[in-house]
């Protein structure tokens, strides 16, 4: 049975143009989420919306809200990778830490205010278990050109991990 997260979660992805319920394209040998000792670890997600990246170039030139929705974006596909593989969001107990990577050049200073948009989505939809700690960091490239990465991990209940 779907929790209030998981339809926040289909709420606010559709609102961006994303299925949550379609197959996350993988771009490399590694594994998209790995469940280990209870701990749930999303690999980096870029704000790929099917088979294209919809959100390229550094921060400055796409400007603070674009980066942000790129952040929302990352942050939607990190829950739709979870509740795919859990079958709910209702099994997340805790997001524990986000990773948040903006491409930018050394003048810019807006990270953070980046990361905030993901970290506000990721409090809307699971609530209180939303609530992380974060790093956000300016890095000079990405996958794809891509203007953000996310990556989080997240404990499970028992039942679930």
């Keep these: 049975m779907p929790s209030d997260r ?3 979660l289909l709420d606010r992805a559709r609102a961006l143009g994303l299925d949550p319920d379609a197959p996350l394209l993988v771009g490399g040998n590694y594994q998209p989420l790995l469940l280990h000792a209870g701990i749930a670890h999303v690999s980096g997600q870029v704000p790929r919306i099917g088979q ?5 170039g550094s921060a400055e030139t796409v400007g ?3 980066a942000r929705r790129a952040a929302c974006i990352g942050a939607l596909r990190a829950l739709a990778l979870l509740r795919q593989q859990l079958g709910s969001l209702g099994a997340v107990a805790q997001l524990l830490r986000v990773g948040v990577y903006v491409q930018a050049g050394p003048g810019f200073s807006q990270h953070s205010e980046v990361a905030d948009a993901a970290s506000e989505l990721l409090v809307a ?3 209180p278990a939303g609530r992380h700690a ?3 960091v300016g890095v000079a490239s990405l996958p794809k050109n891509a203007t953000v990465e996310l990556e989080l991990q997240a404990a499970l209940l028992s039942a679930a991990g």
């Design 6 to 8: 998981d339809q926040r």
């Design 52 to 56: 294209q990246v919809v959100v390229t």
């Design 64 to 66: 603070l809200e674009e």
């Design 125 to 127: 939809v699971l609530g």
């Design 134 to 136: 974060r790093t956000s």
